[in-house]
């Protein structure tokens, strides 16, 4: 579908159809499982603090319903398309199902930068998207979630917005919001404390004691910046981060507290004092034992993917990893790759428990909250291991055969209507 064209869509399809043939589907039944079953795209006109309109454009993707309602994030980026929010939303697919979640995938997203815009105009826009939505969405039908750009603000406007419609509160509506309007404690860092809970399982798996490894993390937002203290807390010492402004390093290990700070004060951690300079194409390559790649799409590349000098890599971003490079990665077996569709699983597993707990009325502790998260990446990832060493396939591979299966099992016992 030439409506979905872009490097990471296509990309995603490349990953579906090498665990598509891996599984022997028949021709007949890839597309129910590939193609987006809706999309939309809408205009967002809204007032700028000047007094001046602009029309932005915003995209939702719901990938199937086959399982339950859709479910995932929106993200506010420049560089959003309807390809990549598509992308997106098959990836989400995967997770949930690998997962066991009653969901199926989507994604959403609102083309502009939301650093250069105020927070009356964020207000604005995010209002007018949920607007614009609320024939598509429900607590049965779609569920979003914060994602890049985004955050519970924004999904407190969003929740407001369609309770007004609805004529009372809807917390169900999104996941994600802040604890006072419903969230579940525990959502901000899920994703986080998910990575960091699956690098020290890996570490288990290959023999590393990881109470004396280092780590790299690129991209220092909220997922990467959670995963560091969490690695850090099992003994892991931090020694080069990095976002879109740059990077920083010290062999001996970053303060992250110290870090922390200095993020705060300067919306970067580029200058900090503490470290040197560093690339984020430099960081990937450093040697280290732990690479958790945070940030955007197709960053592990066939360029790279060679020089890379971890032993573990743990995707922290969607789709960090192209296929080009995983045939690369599959010739080096001294790398344990602990795919996306896992990895940053947690999110959307805590966000399955702020929408239970919004449906019953009824919350739970954070120390229930991360039982049951980890008890759930514990699954996964087990299954994960074992399906690779017994086929002698990728975990990548292992991970999608295990999503794409549950899904293509789901549509075969429910049948195509008419």
Known sequence: MEIYDHPTFRMACRQFDLAADHLELAESDRGRLKWPKRSLTVALPIHRDDGSTEVFTGYRVQHHLTLGPTKGGL????????????????????????????????????????????RTELERLTRRYTQEMIPFIGPQVDVMAPDLGTNEQVMAWMMDTYSVHAGHSVPSIVTGKPVGLGGSVGRREATGRGVGYLINRATDTIGLDISGATAAV??????????????????????????????????????????????????????????????????????????????????????????????????????????????????????????????????????????????????????????????????????????????KISTRMAALTLGIKRVYEAKRLRGLFP
């Open 218 to 391: 690129q991209g220092y937002g909220n997922v990467g910046s959670v995963a560091a203290l969490s690695l850090a807390r099992y003994g892991v010492r931090i020694i080069a981060v990095s976002d879109a402004r740059g990077g920083v390093f010290n062999r001996n290990g970053l303060n992250l507290w110290e870090l922390d700070k200095h993020v705060a004060a300067h919306r970067t951690v580029a200058g900090f004092p503490e470290g040197e300079p560093i690339t984020n194409d430099e960081l990937l390559t450093m040697k280290c034992d732990i690479l958790v790649p945070a940030a955007l799409e197709r960053q592990i590349t066939e360029t790279n993917a060679g020089k890379l000098q971890c032993r573990i890599l743990a995707e922290a971003a969607n789709g960090p990893t192209t296929p080009e490079a995983d045939v690369i990665l599959e010739q080096r077996p001294e790398i344990f790759v602990i795919p996306d569709v896992i990895c940053n699983a947690g999110g959307v597993v805590v966000s399955y428990f702020e929408w239970v707990q919004d449906l019953q009325s009824f919350f739970w502790s954070e120390t229930e909250v991360t039982d049951k998260l980890f008890r759930i990446l514990e699954n996964a990832f087990g299954r994960i291991v074992a399906l690779s060493r017994k086929e």
């Open 75 to 118: 993200r506010y980026h420049p560089d959003v398309t309807l390809g990549e929010v598509a992308a997106l939303a098959m990836w989400m697919s995967w997770k949930c199902a690998l997962c066991g979640l009653p969901y199926g995938g989507a994604k959403g997203g609102v083309t502009c930068d939301p650093t250069q815009m105020s």
